[in-house]
């Protein structure tokens, strides 16, 4: 039989058949009148995704693309910007923005450490950042910030909130209106349940008002040309169409279950996942609270390789979980579970785990993992 394949990555995710369907539909012309009525739906469902009034963007590329798009609409040369950093994507943007030039602080927290409010205050005080960027769930560590304490530390200083929401959207609240996020940036193959391909940026009339004043150069990821063309329903240039058809229908699927129960979903599969590791003796990475619902990181008892287990699950079991960035790599795993996920998703990948550290010799406790992972999930479930 050919090896049947579980991708437990926090990104790209596992697709719906109806969306995988969906996408292999024939190609429509981007400048019709049926692209334009599916353009101009999938736009509202995302702002209905993001709780926004504020525009939403589609651009063709992967969530990065859309992140710097924020930086080239937002930031001149030489202007300060604050990013918050603890982990792997918040450097990122970092470098992108010393990239364009700009005058780059850093509020720098050890991976793992959650992100605080009043550092953020402080940093903008002393810096004069008029922007700062944010990562809501921080993939490389499993931490999911306070972005609603953070934003408003932020407005109070009177900064710019550029949030990066690629895979919190969708997975865990975000009030992109509510808790006043000027810009969030987000991509279609995280929670949003579609093939990699699509992200898109929300743009409040702040960051509009900002981005008529900015010098950087930019062309196709111009945000003024862009919503130019939207506003017609269509795009300036030939957007992947068969992936916006694609993400239509998953925000359908996703509309269809409801924002409070996707939200309540995934805080259960959080639970059980964290739950289930640590009855079999495993130490978490990520934090052991109900935010962190995006990706469970897991460090490999002593004597194990991560990097091996990783090969190991997808060598043998097919499964793809992730490994850890950089210096975690020998010690970390990471179990993705956002999106089209469900329970028993959770106990494959664990009783996968536990086969394997068994089969090593590694110090583990048998037949326990699964086991309280489904408990841990009944108890979730009826909260
Ligand atoms: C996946 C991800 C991104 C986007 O990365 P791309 O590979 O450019 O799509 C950005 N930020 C976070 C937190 C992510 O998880």
């Avoid at 953070?150 to 865990?172: C, N, P, W, Y």
């Avoid at 210096?327 to 028993?344: K, N, Q, S, T, W």
Wanted: proline share 5%; aromatic share 6%.
């Amino acid at each position: 039989m050919a090896v049947k394949r579980y991708l437990m990555a926090p990104g790209p995710t596992p697709v719906p058949p109806e969306v995988l369907a969906a996408g292999a539909e024939p190609v429509l012309h981007h400048r019709g009148p049926d692209f334009r009525e599916l353009m101009l739906r999938c736009l509202a469902r995302l702002q209905e995704v993001c709780r926004t009034q504020n525009d939403v963007l589609l651009f063709t590329a992967s969530g990065s693309g859309a992140f710097e798009s924020a930086v080239v609409n937002l930031l001149s040369p030489g202007e300060p910007v604050l990013a918050v950093t603890a982990g792997e994507f918040g450097d990122r943007w970092a470098a992108l923005a010393a990239t364009y030039g700009a005058d780059v602080h850093e509020l720098r927290y050890a991976w793992g450490e959650t992100p605080r409010p009043e550092d953020v205050r402080a940093r903008l005080e002393e810096t004069g950042a008029e922007v700062v960027f944010l990562v809501h769930s921080e993939t490389s560590t499993g931490v999911v910030a306070d972005v609603q304490a953070l934003a408003q530390a932020a407005r109070e200083a009177g900064a710019l909130t550029v949030v990066d929401a690629v895979s919190s959207v969708g997975a865990v609240p975000l009030e992109t209106d509510t808790w006043g996020l000027d810009v969030v940036v987000a991509g279609s193959q995280k929670a949003l349940m579609t093939p990699p391909g699509l992200s898109l940026v929300v743009v409040s009339s702040r960051a509009w008002e900002r981005a008529a004043r900015t010098t950087t150069p930019r062309f196709y990821f111009d945000w003024a040309r862009m919503r130019a063309s939207l506003e017609t329903g269509t795009t300036p240039f030939t957007p992947a169409v068969s992936v916006v058809v694609a993400l239509d229908t998953a925000l359908g699927l996703l509309l269809e279950e409801g924002l409070e129960a996707a939200f309540a979903r995934h805080a259960a599969l959080g639970r059980a996942c964290r739950e289930g590791a640590k009855a079999m003796g495993l130490e978490l990475f990520s934090p052991d609270e109900e935010r962190s619902a995006i990706v469970t990181a897991i460090l490999a008892p002593t004597g194990v390789d991560a990097r091996e287990l990783v090969l190991a699950l997808r060598g043998r079991f097919g499964i793809t979980v992730a490994g850890g960035h950089g210096e975690l790599a020998p010690r970390m795993f990471r179990i993705g579970h956002i999106g089209y996920y469900d329970v028993f998703d959770i106990t494959t990948a664990l009783a996968a785990v536990e086969f394997l550290l068994v089969e090593t010799g590694a110090d583990v406790e048998r037949g326990t993992a699964v086991a309280r992972a489904l408990e841990a999930y009944r108890e979730a479930v009826r909260v």
